[in-house]
C-alpha cells in the first residue's frame, strides 16, 4: 500500500515538473517573439515608412533633419507597439517561424504605425 502512495505522490510530481518546464518554454516563447516582433517590425518601418500615406503628408514640410529623428523615433515607436497588437499565441508563433513572423510583422507595422505617426508628429 505504502508502495503505491510512493509512485503515485512521485508521479504527480513529475506531472508537476512537466507542466513547470511546459510553462516556462511557453513564456521563453513569448519572450523570444516579442523580441523578434519588435526588431522586425522596426526594421520594416525603416524600410517601409517613405511609402506609408501618413507619412508622406506629415513630413511635407520638414526638413531633412527633421524627418530623419522622425522617422527614428517613429520606427522606435512602431518596434515597441508591435507586439502588443499580436496575441500571445501569434508572439508564440513568431518566436519559431520565420515565416509567420514575417507575415505577422506585416500585420504589426499596418497596426501600429498610423497611431505612432501621429503621435510623434503631433
Not at 523580441?35 to 525603416?46: G, H, L, M, V
Not at 497588437?85 to 509567420?100: G, I, T
Request: aromatic share 4%.
Amino acid at each position: 500500500m505504502h508502495k503505491n502512495k510512493f509512485f503515485l505522490a512521485l508521479s504527480a510530481v513529475f506531472a508537476l515538473a512537466a507542466c513547470s518546464t511546459v510553462q516556462s518554454s511557453e513564456q521563453s516563447n513569448l519572450k523570444l517573439g516579442t523580441s523578434a516582433i519588435q526588431f522586425a517590425a522596426q526594421t520594416k518601418c525603416n524600410h517601409d515608412i517613405d511609402d506609408f500615406a501618413a507619412w508622406k503628408i506629415a513630413s511635407k514640410l520638414m526638413t531633412k533633419s527633421q524627418k530623419k529623428e522622425k522617422k527614428t523615433q517613429i520606427c522606435k515607436c512602431v518596434g515597441k507597439n508591435a507586439p502588443t497588437v499580436l496575441s500571445p499565441s501569434e508572439l508564440a508563433l513568431a518566436a519559431v517561424d520565420s515565416k509567420a513572423r514575417t507575415a505577422l510583422t506585416g500585420v504589426a507595422v499596418a497596426k501600429t504605425m498610423n497611431a505612432c505617426v501621429s503621435e510623434v508628429v503631433k
